[in-house]
């Protein structure tokens, strides 16, 4: 992994990065220089792209940083509070008009020196114009999670003074059918295009189903009382937003504030949401660690579920195993556990 800062922003390049750019539109180039022209010119375009949500971030007062992975990148504004609709649409929008104003600036200089007919200049100049421009359209797309999806979930929000996720999942499902229909009819079948819309169509479909059905709160462990049910209540709904966001920061901060007021139910659900917020991430020993903390303290059937899922990524199944068999002992159905897509296998 590649990491380095672009002013104040810590910018990390995973090798998946370079690999997509390949798989993308490096196809007929060959080994030589045009590949490598190819890759920094993707990598160039796509970062610029992403420093246009950092400036926006920066100027919102958050401590952006960026990370160029498989297929794009992704910037986290790390934010001192969430966003309202207004600023969560500056924000996407900042990255698709970063891009168009940097093909913009190429053309200009292109237009003001002209390299020879057939240079490598000139080549490599037209082909960053034309990935600044493909890349910010494809975002503008009204798709969640690209720019575009987010900029609809914002208006959304911000129209229906409430939540929207349910429903900007259900439009981002529509629209990522009529895309994939409307790109056959005119450039015709790119299994490769096809692949990352449907991913994109399973995902929102996915998000809608399971965003629309209404969530069961986990019953409280006796003796708690209700400020405290309300305080873990707040703290699950703030962590969960942010996680949408992919905003960590700020989803710790919201398991840190309940952490902090004190008592047992608060302090295990604040372990528990930590343990699938580092999930989120990547982090699967850490998320094992605090959600077996968070079992410790209270023997809550999602925690242990949690437990169960991080030991399976990070390769320990017989653990796995072990956390399924608590979780169905501290109230988790059966159903559910044979059913879940990933932990199915092992139950």
Do not use: C
């Not at 410790?296 to 990524?313: F, G, P």
Request: a positive charge; glycine letters at 12%; hydrophobic letters at 50%.
């Amino acid at each position: 992994m590649l990491h380095f800062k672009v002013g104040p922003f810590p910018v990390s390049v995973y090798p998946w990065f370079f690999i997509s750019a390949v798989l993308l539109g490096g196809r007929g180039l060959g080994f030589g220089w045009g590949m490598l022209a190819w890759i920094f010119i993707v990598f160039v375009g796509v970062l610029g792209h992403e420093l246009g949500h950092a400036l926006v971030g920066r100027a919102l007062g958050g401590h952006p940083e960026i990370r160029l992975e498989a297929f794009g990148g992704v910037t986290f504004p790390q934010l001192p509070k969430r966003p309202t609709p207004a600023r969560q649409f500056l924000l996407s929008v900042g990255g698709p008009l970063a891009g168009l104003l940097l093909a913009a600036i190429a053309s200009g200089v292109l237009r003001l020196f002209p390299p020879a007919a057939g240079s490598p200049a000139g080549w490599g100049m037209e082909v960053f114009i034309r990935v600044s421009v493909l890349w910010a359209e494809f975002n503008l797309l009204p798709i969640l999670p690209l720019d575009g999806g987010q900029m609809m979930l914002a208006v959304l929000e911000g129209v229906r003074k409430r939540p929207s996720v349910t429903l900007a999942s259900w439009l981002s499902f529509v629209a990522t059918i009529a895309v994939a229909a409307l790109y056959v009819t005119f450039y015709g079948l790119d299994p490769l295009m096809l692949v990352f819309l449907g991913l994109f169509a399973l995902q929102n479909f996915q998000r809608a189903r399971s965003a629309g059905r209404a969530p069961v709160a986990a019953a409280a462990p006796p003796g708690e009382t209700a400020t405290e049910r309300a305080d873990v209540a707040a703290a699950t709904a703030e962590t969960r937003s942010a996680l949408e966001r992919r905003d960590f920061e700020g989803a710790l901060a919201a398991a840190a504030r309940l952490e902090g007021a004190g008592g047992p139910f608060r302090q295990a659900t604040a372990l528990r949401l930590r343990a699938g917020i580092e999930l989120s991430r990547g982090d699967n020993e850490s998320a094992a660690i605090f959600a077996g903390q968070s079992f410790s303290i209270w023997q809550n059937a999602d925690a242990a579920v949690v437990a169960a899922r991080a030991n399976l990524r990070a390769g320990a199944e017989d653990r796995a195993r072990n956390w399924l068999r608590r979780a169905v002992e501290a109230g988790a159905p059966h159903s559910a556990v044979r059913n879940d897509p990933e932990l199915g296998a092992i139950a």
